[in-house]
C-alpha cells in the first residue's frame, strides 16, 4: 500500500476543506473510570502510550495525500516516510475548575474547539486526543479523520482499531493473493472483459445523467428554512450531545412501522420544530431540507478504502404539529427513497462526483462549496457501531458521540451512532449560528418521550 490514487469522491472532499469548513469527522468516546484490566492500564501516560501503539498499527493512518503528475489534477495516499504517531495522538488534561456539568460537559466544550482546526494536509490526516479530568475519573478520546480518508463506515472501521475486541483480534499481517497480469487472460475473456466494462462504464455515465438532472431540477435558488440553519459560516463550533433508549425507538418503530431510522428522522424533525418555536424563530414557509446519507457497500461486506456511498433527500415536517402525522411523512417519503434506490435523484452527488475527472474536483471545488446550500439544510447521518460491547485498556465504553463536517451555507450536522442500548447523538453546530444548540439536545429528549407517550406499548 505504498500508493494509491483517490478516488473522485475522496478527491472532492479533500478539495472542498477550506480554513473555515474542515472537512474531518469526529468521535468523542467516554470511557468509565478504574485501574483497567488486571496489568493494563490506568494512568494517562499508560492509556496514550496504548493509543499511540495501535493508531500505529492500523496501516492506512500512516499514508498521506501528494498530488501526482497523472492523472492531471489528481493525488495519491503515499506511506509518510517520516511518519510520527506521537505528532497525531495527544494528551489533554482536563482541568474542572467546578466546570457546569462536570467532566463530560467541558470534555464536549473542548472536542468542539479541536474540531474547529483543519488537519494538518502535509500529514496523515487523523488525530486523537485523550482527555483526562481527575485521577482515577472517567476520561474521553477524541478522534478526527479527514473524510477523504474515509465515510461514516470507514471511519468506524479505521477508529475500532484502538478498541481491545478489535486490536486483540486483529490478524497478522498476511501477503495478498497474486493477481495475474492482465496479459494472461485468454483472448476471448479478455474481449468479454472490456465489453462488461464498457457497458458498466455507459450504465454509470447514464445515471450520472440523472442525477445531475434531478440535481438541476431539486435546486433552490432562494433556499428556504429557517435563518439559524443558513446562517453565514463563522468557523467556529459548538457541539451538544444526546442519548435516546433505544429500546423506546423500537417501541415507537413496532407501533407505526418502518424504519427505527425513520422514527429518529422523525424525532429530529420535531425536535427542530419544538427549538424553533421556543427561540422565537418563524416556522419556514417550507420545510428544512435534510442530506440523509446512505451506504453502498454491499450488507455484510469488507469496508474497502475511501468513501462509498449515496444519500437521499428529505423534507423534515417542522410544519406539522402533530408528532404521529410527521412520523408518517417522513416513513412515505424513506419508502419513495428506497424505492428508487440510491444511485436515483438529487441526493445521489456522489455518484455525479464520481465521473468527474481530478482536475474537475480541483478547480470545480469552490462552486461545490456554495451548491450544497441550494439542495439541502441540514446533514442528518447514522453511523453503525459495533454490536459487542468495546474498552480501551479495560475501560468499558459507555458513549459514543460521531460528529459530521458541516458544508458552507450551513450550521448544523447531526450524527447518530447506536451502541449498548443507547442512541449516541452528536450535534455539530456553527458557535455564532447556533450557541443554543444545548437547548436542541434537549429537544431531542422531549420529542421521543412524546412519541412513546403518544404510541403506546402494543406489549
Wanted: hydrophobic residues 45%; neutral net charge.
Amino acid at each position: 500500500m505504498s500508493s494509491e490514487l483517490l478516488a473522485p469522491l475522496d478527491l472532492a472532499f479533500w478539495h472542498l476543506e477550506t480554513a473555515d469548513h474542515p472537512m474531518h469527522l469526529g468521535a468523542l468516546a467516554r470511557f468509565d473510570p478504574g485501574p483497567g484490566r488486571s496489568g493494563g492500564p490506568g494512568g494517562p501516560e499508560e492509556i496514550l502510550a496504548l493509543l499511540a501503539g495501535r493508531a500505529a498499527a492500523v496501516p492506512r493512518l500512516r499514508m498521506r495525500v501528494r498530488d501526482v503528475l497523472l492523472p492531471v489534477g489528481g493525488a495519491a495516499w503515499r506511506a509518510d516516510p517520516d511518519f510520527d504517531v506521537d505528532r497525531h495522538v495527544r494528551h489533554i488534561p482536563l482541568t474542572g475548575g467546578g466546570h457546569p456539568g462536570g467532566f463530560a460537559a467541558e470534555a464536549t466544550r473542548t472536542a468542539a474547539e479541536l474540531m474547529e482546526r483543519p488537519l494538518e494536509r502535509g500529514l496523515p490526516p487523523w488525530e486523537m486526543y485523550l482527555l483526562t479530568g481527575e485521577p482515577g475519573g472517567p476520561f474521553a478520546v477524541l478522534v478526527k479523520l479527514h473524510h477523504a480518508l474515509a465515510d461514516g463506515m470507514r471511519a468506524v472501521a479505521i477508529g475500532a482499531g484502538i478498541f481491545d475486541e478489535i486490536a486483540g483480534a486483529r490478524p497478522a499481517g498476511r501477503r495478498p493473493r497474486p493477481v495475474p497480469p492482465r496479459s494472461w487472460l485468454p483472448g476471448p475473456a479478455r474481449v468479454a472483459g472490456l465489453a462488461d466494462a464498457a457497458r458498466d462504464r455507459i450504465e454509470e455515465l447514464g445515471r450520472a445523467l440523472g442525477v445531475g438532472a434531478s440535481v438541476v431540477r431539486a435546486g433552490r435558488l432562494d433556499p428556504p428554512g429557517t435563518p439559524a440553519l443558513t446562517a453565514g459560516s463563522s468557523g467556529t463550533r459548538r457541539l451538544a450531545t444526546a442519548d435516546l433508549d433505544l429500546e423506546e425507538v423500537r417501541r415507537v418503530r413496532r407501533t407505526t412501522g418502518g424504519t427505527a431510522n425513520d422514527v429518529l428522522l422523525a424525532v429530529v424533525a420535531g425536535a427542530l420544530r419544538q427549538w424553533m418555536l421556543e427561540r422565537g424563530d418563524h416556522l419556514p414557509a417550507d420545510d428544512p431540507r435534510a442530506l440523509v446519507p446512505v451506504s453502498r457497500r454491499r450488507p455484510g461486506g469488507a469496508p474497502g478504502p475511501g468513501n462509498t456511498f449515496s444519500a437521499y433527500l428529505l423534507d423534515l415536517p417542522v410544519s406539522d404539529p402533530d408528532p404521529l402525522n410527521r412520523l408518517v411523512a417522513v416513513r412515505r417519503a424513506m419508502d419513495r427513497n428506497k424505492a428508487a434506490g440510491p444511485t436515483r435523484g438529487a441526493g445521489a452527488l456522489t455518484v455525479l462526483a464520481d465521473q468527474l475527472p481530478p482536475l474537475a474536483h480541483r478547480f470545480g471545488a469552490p462552486l461545490a462549496q456554495g451548491a450544497a446550500r441550494m439542495l439541502f439544510d441540514v446533514l442528518v447521518t447514522n453511523v453503525p457501531l459495533p454490536r459487542s460491547s468495546l474498552s480501551l485498556g479495560g475501560h468499558p465504553l459507555r458513549a459514543l458521540h460521531p460528529m459530521a463536517p458541516l458544508a458552507r451555507g450551513q450550521a448544523l450536522a447531526v450524527a447518530m451512532s447506536p451502541y449498548d442500548g443507547r442512541v449516541h447523538i452528536g450535534l455539530v453546530a456553527d458557535g455564532e449560528a447556533l450557541p443554543d444548540v444545548d437547548r436542541l439536545a434537549t429537544a431531542i429528549g422531549d420529542e421521543l418521550a412524546g412519541l412513546v407517550k403518544l404510541t403506546g406499548d402494543p406489549d
